[in-house]
């Protein structure tokens, strides 16, 4: 009988969409570190079960937000919990399954590898297994490098715990995730320039995306004369959206005019770096900031980070196809041109499509924490929901407060933030004919604008 109900089982999961899989094996990893987080002995106080859920989908999706510090809240083997939860997070959990199959020495499935293209957004041309080796021997040697960088900062600035403390924030900067193990985040060391330097470097390093990552190898290496069009995108826009938040909040934002001006600079870069690459680290605390820059925030954290990379939001490269066809109906132009390339009709409508999907889940979520909790300042609530549906993580103080209806808003908005705006959509699509299944399985796999084409 059991043989029967996994062979049930494993038959039904082979039918679904890619994108359907892809909601159901996180929906999976979420559950199970509920249960995880759950256990007595993992924590320091009784946690409320909400909460253990709320920890463990934070930490899946890379978010960051929290109803109760995971410092005080769980001892040690809980925080390893949370560590582990992020990481696969951060990565995919299909990756760590494919992986595991590549190191047996055994081939992927065509339909394993068509989910991690849709997980991760690959263009066609991309190897699979390639990437995959790539990808989990780049995450430990950055992560390892970053640890051992951090215990040096952490240790010199009187840190008990210097080298749990540097692993976990380590990891948890490149997965994006946030996490942190003091309730007041970075802000101890919002002068140390150390420390800021290598938070950030690990954050731009997991968010920019791993297919900007081996492009810039192949062309340091040779394999390639230039960087790929979607890689030179990526760059491009995200050098140009954190420096203009960057000025924006050095010279407009009240609230760091009494800080020296280095520390002031070094404020503002963090910050903007924080929520443009969705790691949600804050060195101030955000509610302190002036409403201009608490905007900002806001604009950056719903472009969010790159495609393939760890981070969340609407990505940097559907953002540049939307400000590709404002500026096309400005020009009265019929093609989409973004940095000199025009963009395919299909990456046009799933742009188009994903910026649809965000602003209704974003409405609805906030339509209901409006009413779930009414004596919360509107502009906290937006913030919160902007922050969870972009797996951020900067808040500005409520999510603890929240209502328990308020809290499962927050759930779901992070769910759907890591699966994806789009691939979250798709997945809830009522299951038509064949052919309907066919077509939406086909979007999921190109979910995530890419502009690369041929020469």
């Known amino acids: ?27 999976s990893y979420m559950a199970l570190g509920f249960v995880l987080l759950s ?37 040690l083997a809980g925080e390893i919990v949370i560590l582990a939860l992020f990481q696969v997070g951060g990565l995919g959990y299909m990756t760590f399954s494919s992986y595991l199959v590549l190191a047996l020495r055994q081939k992927l499935s065509r339909g394993r590898q068509r989910t991690v293209r849709a997980a991760f957004d690959l263009p066609p041309e991309i190897s699979v297994p390639g990437f995959l080796r790539a990808v989990v021997v780049f995450t430990l040697t950055v992560e390892l490098l970053g640890a051992a960088a951090l215990y040096y900062l952490f240790a010199g600035a009187g840190d008990d715990n210097a080298l749990w403390s540097a692993i976990f924030h380590a990891v948890s900067a490149f997965c994006t995730a946030g996490f942190s193990l003091n309730p007041n985040g970075l802000e101890a060391y919002v002068g140390n320039v150390g420390v800021n330097v290598v938070v950030s470097l690990l954050s731009l390093s997991g ?7 081996s492009d810039m190898w192949r062309a ?6 230039r960087l790929g069009e979607t890689s030179r995108t990526i760059l491009f826009f995200t050098l140009a959206i954190v420096s203009v938040a960057f000025l924006v909040i050095l010279f407009t934002d009240e609230t760091l005019v009494a800080r ?9 870069f963090f910050q903007a770096m924080s ?15 002036g409403m201009g820059a608490i905007v900002v925030l806001m604009l950056l954290m719903i472009v969010g980070a790159s495609p393939s990379g760890t981070g969340g939001g609407l990505k940097t490269t559907t953002f540049a196809v939307l400000w590709g066809i404002v500026s096309a109906v400005l020009r009265r132009r019929d093609e989409v041109i973004v940095l000199g390339r025009e963009v395919p009709l299909r990456t046009v409508r799933s742009a188009a499509a994903a910026l649809v999907f965000y602003c209704g889940l974003l409405l609805t979520g906030l339509l209901v924490l409006a009413h779930s909790d009414v004596h919360k300042a509107f502009e906290a609530l937006l913030f919160e929901a902007i922050s969870a549906l972009g797996t951020v993580g900067l808040s500005l103080g409520i999510t603890g407060d929240l209502s328990d209806v308020g809290k ?8 759907a933030g890591r699966v994806g705006i789009l691939t979250f959509g798709l997945a809830l699509a009522l299951p038509g004919s064949r052919s309907t299944r066919s077509r939406t399985a086909s979007l999921a796999d190109d979910k995530t604008v890419m502009l690369d084409g041929p020469e």
Not at 65 to 71: R, Y
Not at 220 to 225: C, D
Not at 408 to 415: C, K, P, Q, R, S
């Open 39 to 75: 256990l007595p002995f993992l924590q320091n106080a009784p946690v409320a079960p909400l909460d253990n859920l709320f920890i463990a989908t934070s930490a899946v999706s890379t978010t960051g937000l929290v109803t109760v510090d995971p410092g005080s809240s769980y001892n």
């Open 408 to 415: 499962v808003v927050i759930i779901v908005l992070m769910a």
């Open 220 to 225: 340091l290496s040779g394999q390639e004369r």
């Open 1 to 27: 009988m059991h043989r029967r109900i996994a062979t049930a089982v494993l038959s039904r999961l082979n039918r679904m969409s890619t994108a359907r899989l892809l909601l159901v094996g996180y929906s």
């Open 275 to 289: 929520a443009s690459t969705t790691v949600g680290f804050n060195t101030v605390p955000i509610n302190s900031l």
């Open 207 to 213: 968010a920019i995306g791993f297919i900007v990552v």
């Open 260 to 268: 020296p001006w280095d520390e002031r600079a070094l404020a503002a």
